[in-house]
């Protein structure tokens, strides 16, 4: 079965960056772009971004240029998501998610990584 | 950049229906997906493609799709349906497209 496993959660200081992993098991990794989609406390869902596992190819949420960069190590079917210059507003939860294809819609997400910023 | 809106909130009782808006400019020209998030829980598909149904998601979750308005539609609301629901967009400036989310509270 398709599974999403991401790595555990993260405190960092103000200005630091965050590394957060996905692992994808169940599906070939690389036949389906993966999103990054965060979730600040008492907000709604944001879209970060996607890769494109094949290749490597990137697409940014225009509020994220230049701070998230998102990576993949195809040998062990992970994706990476790093974002920079963190600040209080960055603490939210972060989720990959896989992208059907076809329809534009996310059929998988993985648990969840809670990243909190704080001094 | 394209706004999805959504109501922040929609109550109903136990056994009823509830319809969840999402409105965007000429929505019903776009695929809309729906997601439930229960608390502590990651987001599930729920509807895809205006109206289609993943497997295992019950028949009681239905979907609409036309003009300025998409709506999310569960008949006989359970306890465990209580969460918060997103709709969501592909558009072509902003990629993907995410609702405020909606919270729905069963009385």
């Known amino acids: 079965q398709v599974q999403l496993v991401q790595s555990g959660a993260e405190v960092k200081k103000p200005g630091a960056s965050v590394k957060v992993s996905c692992e994808a098991s169940?599906?070939?990794?690389?036949?389906?772009?993966l999103h990054w989609v965060r979730q600040a406390p008492g907000q709604g869902l944001e879209w970060l971004g996607w890769i494109n596992p094949h290749n490597g190819a990137t697409k940014y949420a225009q509020n994220f240029q230049g701070r998230v960069t998102m990576t993949r190590d195809r040998s062990v079917s992970t994706a990476y998501m790093w974002l920079s210059r963190l600040t209080s507003d960055d603490t939210a939860i972060y989720y990959c998610?896989?992208?059907?294809?076809?329809?534009?819609?996310?059929?998988?997400w993985g648990q969840g990584t809670l990243v909190t910023v704080s001094s | 950049s394209y706004v999805l809106t959504q109501p922040p909130s929609v109550s109903v009782a136990p056994g009823q229906t509830a319809r969840i808006t999402c409105g965007g400019s000429n929505i019903g020209s776009k695929s809309v997906h729906w997601y439930q998030r229960r608390p502590g829980q990651a987001p599930v598909l729920v509807v895809y493609k205006d109206s289609d149904r993943p497997s295992g998601i019950p028949e009681r979750f239905s979907g609409s799709n036309s003009g300025n308005t998409a709506s999310l539609t569960i008949s006989r609301v359970e306890a465990g349906d209580e969460g918060d629901y997103y709709c969501q967009v592909w558009d072509s400036s902003s990629d993907r497209v995410f609702g405020g989310g909606t919270k729905l509270t069963v009385l």
């Open positions: 169940g599906y070939t990794f690389a036949d389906y772009y």
């Open positions: 998610a896989r992208d059907e294809g076809s329809t534009s819609c996310f059929d998988y």
